[in-house]
């Protein structure tokens, strides 16, 4: 039945340790891999074992007898016995191990898939490690405790951790080598194994949890009667290894470290002499040693062997590298490597490559590159990606003459030459996100213009249509000469406003459109209100349930576990064409139904988080990039600071009351269409359980939702220096707001830019509490404490100051005792602050505290005279030493720093005669 099984090259095998040939240093050609844990995907019980089954992108194994070639991580399984004293297929000297793990790779530098190169004697690589009784092992630990819900054969279940492969390889790294096969059916011959000397420890435990498994599906009744004779325990999954066959005339190589051997000296060079390539398909010593020798040098690294295959002249060979390149970007990626190789610069240049595949992998391998850092972008328009870029770009004619086709069979995937074009606009996309000099490179091609007409999205698909509009959004933004391009193609934008919105796609394209009108101001004056209910409908779609629903389908199972797909070793091959295979890998890449809802929910989530960003945009008073807005705010201090100059008036800062700067039109707008309500419902955090599943398994899901809710903060809080109180809902309500936005500050926020814009928008909205005290009576010591500890915990400065900013505002509104611990506090802390911005928005807030109320005891139990000084001197010091990194804050500063002069001046003719229990 299986021809090969009774072959000449079959394993396991017993290895004879006095019969193997020690065959070099590993650190001459050492053995390689890079694994990406994430890319674990799902264990199942085929019947005869646990199987860990592995989307391989990424996950490579190279070096030691595989030489220069690439295998990648296909699936990892485990053999065992019914005892701890046996279990491993191959033994050593005739010793049985408990186990046998084993890490089943492909050759991905020669064939195609799996099933392909399992046919080939250099087709597969197996590591092997051995397992022994002991510890309990950590990493297995994540298999052994889902085992039970695989119990029965066709069981399969997610892991809800990603499992490292490489924690599963012993620390010494000494290994045995030989050509063997595969040790089930149909025992191909295609394997090169490489045996661990080192065994891992594995608990007794854990091993009689493996032993738990059953070889019947959980429909069928076990194979006996289980009452019989217990001993033989039928039907559990137990000695599924097969026991040692003849060596023959095979050679084992053992390959440990020589290093201490050289070091004294003992170690002579083995004389290189070339022979041919053994026919019969076994490693040759000295051929070995070679390539260790000799190879080492030229190609250490998978990033070098990428290189070669670039520039190689055979379309294979360079598509192979190119998928290569594709996929270490989503391991970890080691960024100098990639600089150092020059791989960049010479992959960019297959953009224009004759080959239409070619140009295809090459515009999928960079936009993934380009994905990763904005530092990489950076380095990636330096290597002038952008010119083969825009060469290739520009071979897309608007004229009619180009239109992609769609796939009905298979999810109405683009061609190939369209999808190239959707990567090559995305790469064009990151680049100009991240670097100025690939904006302007866009804006001055001729793209701008053919770019408007890839918005029909009838035509050219909703993908092309979305890419292609964050293309514009971003080159929009600020820059005059791409906004008579824009104006010109009005009707164009103006009719996807008016789309029918059917699903989140079209709604984030819709949203799209409006920011793009909203950057050009001729068309945003003719627009504003159709831009406004688009950003009112856009804000209604509730993320939250949403969100609910995708997280109760997460973690989510990928279309490749589907059983039509399964391809792995133990199964006997098809013979499928070359085209059945590449049909049958790019269904493998069609999302599954998980991850187009995964999309779609991230689609909602950019496209609301536009939406506020437009608002911002319509709503900013200065001409400044609103992204930065949040940087800006502390400009306002010199104004600020001003005030200070009053401190001894009875002149309050005043509620926010300037509307001057926002239109009639856009602020009856946002009233009438309770923008204030829906930015804030995006505002909140979303449920508990919802956040922690997105922690847990959906990363990018969270990210988009935290640029949401910053979005929309940075909104509000610039929606409260502009608008007045009422208008914001009254007093009780942003005081409702203040509350709630401290409660989630205090509850631990973790990401950094969400307490940034927390805190402004807290700030924002206490400014407008200034003249309602009333509202702060029941605040309590402990209130004021956890703000203090915000403070002393906090690293960021921007934070920092907003903190301090809201205490001198409290220090306005709050009783005598809680006014005097905050003075106490502010002026400790100022003493020791290292940002002097930060020190002089603190001292700022604090002589506001003074404006209106003189708190003589306060001055003189606090020993605000002595103090005040130090702080002055401090400050006048930092001054000196900072004035150049302070740049355009400077001003705002100095002036604070002149006016604690006078405060000093202030407090010490207020204290000259005063005396104790005078004001009681
Ligand atoms: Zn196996």
Known sequence: MFPQARGQRQSPVDIT??????????????????????????LVNPGYCWRVDVNGKGSLLTGGPLQKEQFILEQFHCHWGCSDSRGSEHTVDGESFAGELHLVHWNQSKYKSFAEAAGHPDGLAV????????????????IARLLPFITHKGDRVTLNKPLDPARLLPEGKAYWTYLGSLTTPPCSESVTWILFKEPIEVSHEQLELFREMRCYDAAEECPCDETLNKQFEYGKVINNFRPPLELGNRQLLFLSSLL??????????????????????????????????????????????????????????????????????????????????????????????????VRHATAGALRNLSVISVELCEFMVDQDVLTPLLALLNRYPSNGQWKPTFDKNMQNQMDERSDTFLQAVNLLWNLCESTSDALNAFNQSQLLEHFVTFLNYKVY?????????????????????????????????????????????????????????????????????QILVCISKTLEDNHRSALGNLTSMLPIEPQKDTVDLEVADDVPIDDETEAQSHQRRRKADLPSEGELEVRSVGRLLQAQRIAAEILTNICSTDDDDWQSDSNENDNNAGSDAESVYDYDTNELNGSVE????????????????????????????????????????????????????????LCLHNLCNNITTDDLGGPAAVYNVWIDLGQQVFQGQRNEKLLEASTSLMRAALE????????????????????????????DAEIRANWLRMLGILGCLLPEPLVKLIIDFVLNTCANEADVWVLAEALDAMMDIFADNDWHAIMHEVGMVAKCKQLDRIMREKLKRDKRQLGDRFPAVSTVRTNLGRFCKYLETELKDYKPNMES
């Open 17 to 42: 340790t006095s019969k193997t040939q020690h065959s070099g240093d590993l650190q001459e050609n050492p053995l390689r891999w890079t694994y990406v844990p994430e890319n674990t995907r799902s």
């Open 127 to 142: 590591l092997g490690v051995f397992l022994k009784v002991g510890k309990p092992h950590p990493e297995l630990d994540i």
């Open 260 to 357: 201490k051997i050289r070091i004294m000296g003992k170690a002579k060079k083995v004389k290189l002499h070339r022979k041919q390539t053994n026919p019969t398909g076994l490693v040759d010593v000295n051929e070995l040693i070679e390539q260790g020798l000799a190879g080492s040098a030229k190609t250490g690294t998978p990033v070098e062997a990428i290189v070669e295959q670039l520039e190689s002249s055979v379309t294979e060979e360079k598509i192979c590298g190119l998928q290569s390149l594709a996929t270490i970007c989503q391991g970890d990626i080691n960024v100098s490597e990639l600089v150092e190789n020059n791989v960049i610069r010479i992959a960019s240049s297959l953009l224009v490559d004759q080959d239409q595949s």
């Open 461 to 529: 698909g909703e993908e092309i249509a979305i890419a292609v509009a964050q293309c514009l959004l971003v080159v929009s933004e600020d820059n005059a000469s791409s906004w008579r391009v824009l104006a010109n193609h009005a009707p164009d934008l103006s009719g996807l406003l008016a789309i029918d919105v059917v699903d989140n796609t079209t709604l984030m394209l819709r949203a799209l459109a409006a920011g793009i009108i909203g950057n050009v101001p001729v068309l945003l004056s003719s627009h504003t209100s």
């Open 658 to 713: 300037n509307t001057d700067k926002i239109s009639v039109e856009v602020l009856e707008a946002i009233k009438s269409l309770a923008l204030v309500e829906k930015l804030w419902h995006k505002a909140q955090p979303v449920a508990e359980n919802v956040y922690q599943i997105l922690v847990e398994s959906e990363q990018s899901t969270l990210k988009k939702l935290d640029a949401l809710r910053v979005s929309t903060m």
């Open 768 to 795: 407008h509490l200034r003249k309602n005290p009333e509202l702060f009576r029941q605040m309590t010591e402990n209130d004021v404490q956890l703000m203090l500890n915000g403070v002393i915990g906090c690293e």
